[in-house]
């Protein structure tokens, strides 16, 4: 399967970054064919290939990193292409001065895409794991979850499949209307982190699980 990770800000460098050494193959797409490929360049990836936004979207499985406010747009521009792949959707739906949500309590950023793509198939993923995280991966010997979620169940295996042997507690996070409570978790964690000075190094783990 073509794996491919959109956006080249703060979540996308750290996705490729976490992704690259177990993934044989991923496009990392850009508006910026400069920015992307001085990235491949700077990060040494051998199997990362820098691509436009456009060849991007040919993956099978597409790990996007646009806000909730872009990626609409964008998935309306881009619904034809994006029908039969899977869409890994990491967006909280947060206003920009991150104190609430800008969607009603009975939806999600997740649920919100999959409505706007009927015939794409959306898994949520790291919703709750902030960007520096992903670039440091293990605290105290430990590594935090990732909250695996989509109606689909054969995608949803496929995406937990292709994220299992990176360093992070890949779970199974059920249904894709449990993004409602999980972007939420991420607002309370930032709120969290920063009283206890530790944002935005901060992720989930949930205690009493496996190992
Ligand atoms: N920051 C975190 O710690 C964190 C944690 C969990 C989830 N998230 C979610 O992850 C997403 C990205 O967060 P971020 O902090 O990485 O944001 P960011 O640093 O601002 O990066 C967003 C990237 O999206 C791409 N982009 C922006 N507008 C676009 C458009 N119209 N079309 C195509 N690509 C566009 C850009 O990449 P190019 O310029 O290369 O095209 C940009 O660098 C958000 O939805 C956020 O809720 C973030």
Request: charged share 25%; hydrophobic share 40%.
């Amino acid at each position: 399967m073509k794996i491919s990770v959109i956006g080249t800000g703060r979540m996308g460098k750290g996705l490729v970054q976490v992704l690259s050494p177990f993934v044989e193959k991923i496009m990392w797409g850009s508006r910026s064919s400069e920015k992307v490929l001085g990235l491949v360049e700077a990060g040494k990836y051998e199997h990362v290939k820098p691509v436009e936004t456009t060849e991007a979207l040919q993956a099978d499985i597409i790990i996007h990193s646009l806000w909730f406010r872009d990626l609409q747009p964008w998935a309306i521009a881009n619904e034809k292409t994006l029908a039969g792949k899977i869409l890994v959707d990491i967006s909280n739906p947060f206003t920009e001065d991150f104190k609430d949500f800008t969607l009603d309590w009975g939806t999600s950023a997740a649920e919100e895409l999959q409505r706007l793509l009927p015939n794409t198939t959306v898994v949520g993923a790291f919703k709750n794991t902030f960007f520096k995280v992903l670039e440091q991966p293990i605290y105290q010997g430990q590594q935090s979850d990732i909250y695996v979620t989509g109606d689909d169940e054969s995608a949803k295996r496929i995406v937990m499949d292709l994220l299992d042997p990176i360093p992070f507690r890949v779970l199974d996070g059920g249904r894709l209307m449990n993004n409602r409570t999980i972007e939420r978790m991420t607002l309370f964690e930032r709120e969290v982190a920063i009283r206890y000075g530790n944002y935005p190094y901060i992720s989930y783990r949930m205690f009493g699980i496996g190992n």
